[in-house]
């Protein structure tokens, strides 16, 4: 047995252990005590949703799926159907366990709540049903991706193989690794457009309904649109997040590989004699250890705070849990470089010698987790940005937008900044290879940071669950604080999506340009031709386009189903003596999200294909850099402004500005604030991360053909 092949069945245990730490947080989940027959009830109603929603999803995502792989299979490379179907696959069964377990979660975090009176207690509930979908997230996309290494053969430098009908050759081990990296994607992208588009269009209509036609409490019972809403937060927030950060995962470790091969050639085509097959395994070997060290780094931190007890600062624990993890990984990681360059040649690229792949994966860690902090600060109601518009409500809507877009444009620079920094770093010191590493290592422990996002829409259903329940204040108390400090995970969360996108994309980019433009030693885009300029610029483009119809999709369903809703609210349902039809409005919500979530889903996988076979891989390559350039920016003002507007909701909510509580003018601009913020947080900002990496992700693919077969050759 080769070392390569004992160092991927090492990692494969500390997957299963992973699994089973899921497995045993799940059913531990599921014993716990839904609470009073009304919370069971409506716990029942939101899961059930939720299970309807994904299974008509997955009916015409499967359709989709099939069709790609068959064509995959026949015209680009045998194996790589299937390869693709089970990216595809991972990616499903991610969504479908994280959604679940935040179903099962969520009510059991309200009894908790009413049981204990304790915040402590209540958090670690939480957590625990998050904990079931962020280790989930990192252990299947490493179990797929393993299973792909070892049932065929590893990765080979000069294999070449064709599909069953074309002739066309690739790299079969390569074409293996992005397939399945593109089923992840696919996945992704459709949960994220349809997912969103279920959640705000839900959200806004409740809002509308409850706060500005009938001022109602939020998540009052007596809306039909409420439970719509609860299920969407599981739907996108749990299903989606997971399907796009196991996306984002799995495509670093992808593009590490893809690198590492074209690193390889290259040295051979340059005559570098020093370099060794021993060179090139390590360099494989590398991201799926590193991915396992961060695997084990987050069993530890999130394991720690299953045990320990809890304060009344759900923040700072969250916070400690994601320190341990990071620091974890870094420990680890620098081990694992060590033992595996130390005693190999190594690639010029390499200044820092065995030291260089560990540091540009600090560079990502750090990354990671500054601009975590960046996001807490513009979008918590604990910091200035959020409390200035909070403020700005008592002066009107109109005064609230424009604050807002002043935070959220003002939020951009430093994360951009963040990531300029460690991509050039990481560049000196490692090359290419180094940049994909670094993205990687931002990755490496997502398990935690998936966890603490999921946290987010839990807390946030157990509030609405104890509001719609009637629970006494005290209960709802806890669950407001939960619910606050979920939203700043959430965002967070959402900060951390778009820093990884935006490292995945580039490292994606990267192995795009090297693996079309020949064997050289830094992959070459040349800007200076017509047709990257032209790419660019289209790219970019496009990105607004693509926000375009994301915005219109939400917006009109959510009108379609504030009007319908508000039809159901006869007096006798006002009055409590009757209960409005909640499948309905379930119903509406997923026949809605699912009839618009295919063009913009389609748009992103038909991009590269059509430009690439009009105009060659360069001017693809000029859409993905004009496309990464507009949608990382856009998608942080996006998050983040988002964030801040519904957190400065909240600050008001929670009678932080005085004299201007619920009901108030204020509080009403604010609720205006906040649906504007809903859709760029929750649909738009979040798909896309997707758009870039999935176009990335799709363009590598098919390299081999539209660098054989385009207009303009």
């Avoid at 999803?57 to 499967?62: C, L, N, T």
């Avoid at 690794?177 to 457009?193: D, Q």
């Avoid at 402004?641 to 509080?667: V, W």
Wanted: hydrophobic share 50%.
């Amino acid at each position: 047995m080769s070392l390569l092949t004992t160092s991927w069945l090492i990692v494969l245990g500390v997957v299963f252990l992973a699994l089973c730490y899921v497995a045993y947080n799940y059913f531990r989940i599921k014993k716990m005590p839904e609470g009073t027959p009304e919370m069971i009830e409506l716990s029942g109603i939101i899961r059930s949703g939720a299970q309807t929603f994904l299974k008509t999803e997955f009916k015409s995502i499967g359709i989709v799926v099939a069709a790609v792989a068959i064509i995959f299979t026949l015209f680009v490379e045998k194996t790589s159907g299937i390869t693709f179907l089970m990216g595809a696959l991972m990616s499903s069964i991610v969504c479908v366990l994280g959604m679940q377990s935040a179903t099962y979660a969520n009510v059991r975090t309200s009894n908790k709540a009413k049981e204990s009176l304790s915040i402590g207690e209540t958090v670690k509930v939480a957590l625990c049903g998050g904990s079931i979908s962020g280790l989930a997230v990192q252990a299947f996309g490493m179990l797929g991706l393993i299973a792909v290494l070892l049932c065929f053969g590893g990765v080979q430098h000069d294999a070449t193989s064709t599909g069953f009908l074309a002739g066309l050759t690739c790299n079969p081990y390569i074409m293996r690794i992005s397939t399945y990296s593109l089923g992840c994607s696919i996945v992704a992208m459709f949960n994220r457009v349809a997912g969103g588009n279920y959640t705000k269009a839900a959200d806004i209509s409740s809002d509308i309904l409850g706060k500005l036609r009938h001022d109602l409490p939020e998540d009052d019972s007596r809306i039909p649109n409420t439970i719509a809403d609860f299920i969407g937060d599981n739907v996108n927030d749990i299903a989606g997040n997971c399907s796009d950060l196991l996306e984002s995962f799995v495509a670093t470790m992808s593009a590490s590989i893809m690198i590492s091969v074209t690193l390889y050639k290259t040295a051979l085509a340059e005559g570098e004699t020093q370099i060794t097959d021993g060179t090139f395994n390590a360099t494989v070997l590398f991201p799926v250890i590193l991915a396992g060290c961060g695997l084990v780094g987050c069993l530890i931190g999130l394991g720690l705070a299953n045990i320990k007890k809890m304060g009344d600062n759900p923040s700072k624990e969250l916070d400690l849990s994601t320190w341990i993890s990071a620091g974890c990984t870094i420990v680890f990681g620098g081990v694992a470089s060590y033992f595996i360059f130390k005693d190999v040649p190594l690639y010029t690229e390499f200044k820092l010698g065995w030291a260089s792949p560990w540091v540009s994966s600090i560079m990502g860690i750090v990354s990671g987790i500054a601009i975590g902090i960046i996001t807490e600060y513009y979008t918590s109601t604990d910091h200035k940005p959020t409390q200035k518009i909070a403020e700005m409500c008592t002066e009107g809507e109109a005064f609230v937008v424009t604050k807002g877009d002043a935070v959220g444009s003002r939020s951009v620079l430093l994360p951009v900044l963040v990531i300029i920094i460690a991509l050039i770093v990481s560049g000196i010191i490692g090359g290419s290879y180094g940049i994909a590493i670094s993205a990687l290592g931002m990755l490496a422990f997502v398990g935690a940071t998936v966890s603490i996002d999921a946290f987010g829409p839990i807390a946030d259903n157990a509030g609405g669950l104890a509001e719609a329940c009637h629970l006494a204040p005290d209960v709802r108390k806890i669950t407001d604080k939960l619910d606050a400090v979920g939203n700043t995970t959430a965002a967070i969360g959402k900060g951390f999506a778009i820093g990884s996108a935006a490292f995945a994309t580039v490292s994606l980019i990267m192995a795009y340009v090297g693996s079309y433009s020949g064997d050289v030693a830094v992959p070459v885009l040349n800007f200076a031709t017509f047709f990257v300029v032209a790419g660019g610029i289209l790219g970019g483009a496009l990105v607004e386009y693509f926000c375009a119809i994301l915005t219109d999709n939400t917006i009109d369903a959510a009108k379609i189903m504030a009007d319908v809703g508000d039809k159901q609210m006869t007096q006798e349902v006002l009055d409590g003596k009757a209960k409005p039809d909640y499948n309905m409005m379930i119903a509406m919500a997923a026949k809605e999200a699912i009839r618009r979530m295919v063009v913009p889903s389609v748009l992103a996988l038909l991009i590269p294909v059509i430009g690439g076979f009009l105009l060659g891989p360069e001017f693809v390559g000029g859409i993905l850099v004009g496309a990464t350039i507009v949608a990382i920016p856009r998608a942080i003002f996006m998050g983040n402004s988002g964030g801040a507007f519904d957190n400065a909701k909240k600050y008001i909510e929670q009678g932080m500005l005085k004299g201007h509580g619920k009901g108030s003018p204020a509080h009403k601009a604010a609720v205006t604030g906040d649906t504007i913020g809903d859709t760029r947080k929750d649909v738009v900002g979040v798909a896309l991360d997707i758009f870039i990496k999935l176009m990335s992700t799709v363009a590598n693919t098919i390299t081999p053909i539209i660098s054989r077969y385009h207009i303009f050759k």
